[in-house]
């Protein structure tokens, strides 16, 4: 599978503005055979890399705490978590 097959569009509303963009889930998987981590770009700019650890989305970059979840639940919807 090469990385374009993987990747999938995300889209969603925060505080009244509309966000579109990107996911690439890592290649990494964990014991559930979920991917350890997503590149997400959104509105053409990397937004970071979230990961779903213990109940929780986490992020490597200083974002606020509702993108986060809101990029959390698009990728929960493509996996159907």
Known sequence: MTAEDKIFNIAFEADGKKYTGWVNP????NKDGFPVSFHVVLN?????????NNG????????P????????????????V
């Open 26 to 29: 890592s290649d990494k998987f």
């Open 44 to 52: 053409d700019a990397s937004f970071g890399h979230v990961s779903h």
């Open 56 to 63: 929780e989305w986490t992020i490597n970059e200083d974002r």
């Open 65 to 80: 705490q509702e993108l986060i979840e809101k990029v959390g639940k698009a990728i929960e919807r493509k996996y159907a």
